[in-house]
């Protein structure tokens, strides 16, 4: 699902708004005044379960929103972290494995950048990236480490690229899932059951009732914005940064122009 950030929140509220109108409308159409003060201990029992049971829902989807989101950002900076490392873990390799490991960190990582980030929004993923991050788990294949920096580090640059892969498994899960259907219906249907028995309740003033209508659908809006807000860490206007490789890359040249200064020292 593609969310489209502050446009999709204004549909969300103003619609819900107006939606809860119509059914309190209808409510005051179909039962006659008598009917609904007669009624009021029942529906005014039922609302504090109904109200109280969604209330809980409501809360919990929202909470689970901005779990998803937070897990996102440390997720993606620790992938950030894991390409950093591995990058600096292979000074003490020798050639071809050293350059071969450096050129796919930074490749991979302007793939995700330039590519794999829009792509994530649509919740699909580069082919180019995946393929890149494979090459990169190959790269140490038939390497055995010789020296005792070099049988230090092995297992270490093993981990890397493990925690590399473990990482990008989860952000493309993360951005494929989103929040489940069932979840919306809940939400929407829980919602309009609420506002329902509300408006159940027989008032002298109905401008005073579509107030307090309008009041509770606002709030019920804004937190099903904060849920389509959160839900989607990689789409919309609110989204998970890839600026955590793009430090990356800053430190992969800088490093890689360091080490050809002091090269061309005499």
Not at 29 to 35: H, S, T
Not at 209 to 224: C, E, H, K, P, V
Request: one cysteine or more.
């Amino acid at each position: 699902m593609e969310v489209h950030g502050y446009r999709n929140g204004v549909l969300i509220i103003l619609g819900g708004i107006v939606a809860s109108l119509i059914l309190v409308a209808v409510a005051r159409k179909l039962y006659a005044k008598e009917k609904l003060h007669q009624a009021h201990d029942l529906t005014g029992n039922l609302l504090s379960i109904v109200g109280t049971l969604y209330a809980v829902l409501l809360g919990l989807v929202v909470v689970d929103a901005l779990v998803r989101f937070e897990k996102a950002v440390d997720v993606v900076q620790q992938e950030s972290n894991s390409l950093a490392d591995l990058f600096l873990l292979t000074e003490k390799l020798p050639e071809p494995q050293k350059t071969a490991i450096r050129e796919r960190c930074k490749t991979y990582a302007r793939q995700l950048i330039d590519d794999e980030w829009p792509l994530m929004a649509k919740g699909q993923a580069s082919v180019a990236a995946r393929r890149t991050a494979i090459a990169l788990s190959h790269a140490l294949h038939g390497f055995e480490p010789v020296t005792e920096s070099q049988k230090a580090i092995y297992p270490m640059l093993l981990d890397q690229i493990r925690q590399v892969w473990d990482c990008r498994r989860e952000r493309i899960g993360t951005a494929q899932a989103g929040i489940p259907l069932v979840e919306w219906v809940a939400l929407i249907v829980g919602g309009a059951v609420t506002i329902l028995f509300g408006g159940l309740f027989s008032t002298q003033s109905v401008s005073l009732q579509r107030f307090l209508t309008t009041l509770t659908a606002l709030i019920i809006g804004l937190n099903m914005y904060l849920v389509s807000l959160f839900g989607y860490p990689f789409s919309g206007e609110l989204t998970v940064s890839s600026r955590p490789f793009a430090t990356d890359i800053a430190m992969f040249e800088g490093g890689s122009a360091a080490e050809d200064d002091h090269a061309a020292i005499p």
